[in-house]
């Protein structure tokens, strides 16, 4: 057979292997031809554990793996960099091109995106960044030059940017600014409380506008919780599908209080929630809710605070039941 | 069965740690044993890898992605900013790796041709499936498979001990 003759075609299949095996449409066809490979030769295995190892490796360091990267600063960019720092990786073949690309760049325009009540959007950027607005949504988007901006008026959306270090994206939402290089996460605003959840990457909140309060630099499965007008902001621990799930139609909380759930379906449904008295209102809310017929959420809600429903106007307003349970 | 180290092996691909993998195929020969004998009959070695491969793709869907962000979450600090200068903690579960070999392995990362980097950045450093690679560099899914190959193939020459 092949042994030790063809030492870097082994290599070669070993790393196709565990690429492979590790695909979105992995077949039994593969496992079986997979099985044949192994079979056919004994070092097979072994070239195979050391790519599987080495992949593993990575996959275990992705963090700081990446921070090492972003990091490192290869001597070949300094030429480009300040001005055309942006395009630094792309190396000396790149240089004039940067010289070239600004002058081509169409002139910075704002646009608006918004989306109705019960309204899904996903928006794709020029620069490779996505948006996905969740319902009753307003925000306006500039890519500049120099940095990418977002003004978030009210509502909430997944951002997936697309990493620039020269050219940061940020988002302001109310006395807020949301900073960030290259990663995913969730902002939320709505009726003056901004919510600012990562699943990846590394954003900072900073005041804007004169406001007052501390900046934050949030991790994944961290999220910040931020009144408008106060000073201070918490950072607790969240979960990725705490903020994602409503783009499958699914909203879960732990521990938000009745307003915000409230809001949030608001944005769903035509007709209104209302809630009743304050203190109901900030009733802590834990659990998931699957987002299909309003008469269905608000019942489960309404079951979950030991509220009881009536129709009010265009819409129903919880109640707190007489003898709550105890 | 002298088949059970190559199935470990097929685990191995999307399970977090050799462990699992084990676990799987312990999981997979008592689904084989409480088949009737003769449904196995005629090809067993097609029949077990087609039970492998459903258990292995139902068990592990994103579980690999997962496992490079499950180690941020764990590993997750917010810091509260002096100026732009944070030093940022490494999570508990990446200090298992020195110092040293991390440098060897972002050198070995930051050294490989433009798209091989950024495929590979993508799937496993940032955790994207291959699909979701794939619309991210607007190349097809096959040509992220190929680069992310190559790219392993490379590391994996580098950096084998």
């Known amino acids: 057979m092949t042994a030790g003759s063809h030492y870097q075609d082994r290599m070669t299949e070993a790393a196709d292997w565990v690429v492979r095996l590790q695909a979105d449409d992995l077949s039994d066809v593969d496992a079986l031809a997979f099985d044949a490979w192994l079979q056919a030769d004994a070092d097979n295995a072994a070239a195979y554990d050391a790519a599987l190892s080495v992949s593993r490796e990575f996959q275990a360091n992705a963090r700081a793996v990446r921070q090492g990267l972003r990091e490192r ?53 020029a620069d490779g960044s996505k948006i996905d607005l969740n319902a009753g949504t307003q925000l306006s988007v500039t890519l500049g030059r120099h940095q990418r901006q977002v003004a978030l008026a009210e ?103 009745l307003s915000v759930v409230v809001a949030d379906l608001n944005a769903q449904f035509a007709k209104p929630i209302r809630v009743a008295d304050p203190a109901l209102a900030a009733t802590p809310v834990s659990g998931v809710f699957i987002v299909d017929s309003e008469d269905a959420v608000v019942r489960r809600l309404a079951l979950l605070v030991s509220a009881h429903t009536i129709p009010s106007g265009d819409g129903v307003t919880l109640l707190r039941s007489e003898t709550p349970k105890r | 069965m002298e088949k059970r180290a190559n199935l470990v092996r097929f685990f191995a691909a999307r399970t977090g740690s050799p462990a699992a993998a084990e676990d799987l195929a312990q999981e997979l020969y008592l689904k084989l044993a409480g088949r009737p004998p003769g449904e196995v009959a005629d090809n067993p070695i097609a029949f077990i890898y087609r039970v492998a491969t459903n258990l292995m793709v139902d068990r592990t869907r994103g579980e690999a992605r997962a496992a490079a962000r499950d180690g941020q979450w764990r590993g997750a600090h917010a810091t509260v900013l002096a100026g732009q200068e944070v030093a940022e903690e490494p999570a508990a579960d990446e200090v298992a790796s020195s110092r040293q070999r991390l440098r060897q392995l972002v050198e070995a990362v930051a050294e490989l041709p433009p798209q091989m980097q950024r495929a590979f950045t993508l799937h496993k450093l940032e955790g994207l499936s291959h699909a979701d690679t794939a619309r991210t560099m607007g190349i097809s899914v096959k040509s992220v498979e190929k680069h992310v190959s190559a790219a392993l193939k490379n590391l994996t020459a580098r950096l084998s001990r």
């Not at chain 1, 070949?76 to 002058?103: C, D, H, I, K, M």
């Open chain 1, 155 to 257: 509502g909430q959306a997944v951002f997936d940017v697309t990493h620039d270090a020269g050219r940061p994206f940020l988002i302001t939402a109310g006395d807020r600014t949301v900073r960030v290089v290259g990663t995913q996460f969730d902002v939320r605003r709505r009726a003056g409380h901004l919510s600012v959840t990562v699943t990846r990457g590394t954003v900072e909140v900073l005041p804007t506008g004169g406001a007052q309060g501390q900046a934050f630099r949030l991790h994944p499965g961290q999220r910040l919780e931020h009144q408008e007008g106060v000073q201070g902001a918490q950072v607790m621990a969240a979960a990725p599908e705490q903020a994602l799930g409503w783009r499958a139609g699914r909203l879960v909380y732990r521990d938000q209080p």
């Open chain 1, 73 to 125: 600063r290869p001597p070949r960019t300094l030429v480009l960099r300040g001005r055309y720092g942006a395009f630094g990786a792309l190396a000396a073949a790149a240089l004039v091109a940067a010289v070239v690309v600004p002058a081509m760049l169409p002139a910075t325009s704002t646009t608006a995106y918004a989306t109705a009540t019960g309204e899904h959007r996903t928006v794709s950027l």
